[in-house]
């Protein structure tokens, strides 16, 4: 059984930073493109980044350039996002995916998600 | 950025009917489209991608349809689980969703 096991989040101050992880089982996990993925409170999803197999691509939406940092570590399974200058914008659930083979923008397997609030 | 425009914003239906969702394209996007079902408190779950070809594990009755820029997710015979709110995403020029239909019991 695929699972995605996010960790990480929490309350963090403006300007701050945070580290998220993603931990997976159940499947070949060099194998896949992995995702970030968030969702403000009651809004809609929005793509944050993405990386491939190897790690050698990463993309971010314009909105985290610059601010945001994804990275795998394919012996430990784990998946990761360095969250650095957040803004309160930035609040949202954040949701880990595994894209489906060959369509890295489909995503498959979905965590249950780790909440970051950036408040003072 | 290619932008994707859901409606209904809200559509109310009865069980057992059927239920047709709307997501436009700004441009085209192929059929590099996919529907996401998300429940209250839950992850969302993919349904459809390529615009018609549904995940595995997902029932029959869901459809999807359209290329281009024009795409429907048509649900029949509605099960009480499947009120929930539906996504789009296009997957054609980076990746963009749609605001989201949420489907309700009439």
């Known amino acids: 059984e695929v699972q995605l096991v996010e960790s990480g989040g929490g309350l963090v101050q403006p300007g701050g930073s945070l580290r998220l992880s993603c931990a997976g089982s159940?499947?070949?996990?060099?194998?896949?493109?992995m995702s970030w993925v968030r969702q403000a409170p009651g809004k809609g999803l929005e793509w944050v980044a993405n990386?491939?197999?190897?790690?050698?691509?990463?993309y971010y939406v314009d909105s985290v350039k610059g601010r945001f940092t994804i990275s795998r570590d394919n012996a430990k399974n784990s998946l990761f996002l360095q969250m650095n200058s957040l803004r309160a914008e930035d609040t949202a659930v954040y949701y880990c995916?595994?894209?489906?083979?060959?369509?890295?923008?489909?995503?498959?397997?979905w965590g249950q998600g780790t909440l970051v609030t950036v408040s003072s | 950025e290619i932008v994707m425009t859901q409606s209904p914003a809200t559509l109310s239906v009865s069980p057992g009917e059927s239920a047709t969702l709307s997501c436009r394209a700004s441009r085209s996007v192929s059929s590099n489209l996919a529907w996401y079902q998300q429940k209250p408190g839950q992850a969302p779950r993919l349904l459809i991608y390529?615009?018609?070809t549904r995940a595995t594990g997902i029932p029959a009755r869901f459809r999807g349809s359209g290329s281009g820029t024009e795409f429907t997710l048509t649900i029949s015979s509605l099960q009480s689980e499947d009120f929930a709110v539906y996504y789009c995403?296009?997957?054609?020029?980076?990746?963009?969703f749609g605001q989201g239909t949420k489907l309700e019991i009439k």
């Open positions: 995403q296009q997957y054609n020029n980076w990746y963009t």
């Open positions: 390529g615009a018609s």
């Open positions: 990386i491939n197999q190897d790690g050698s691509e990463k």
């Open positions: 159940g499947f070949t996990f060099n194998k896949y493109w």
């Open positions: 995916a595994r894209a489906l083979q060959g369509a890295a923008g489909v995503q498959v397997y």
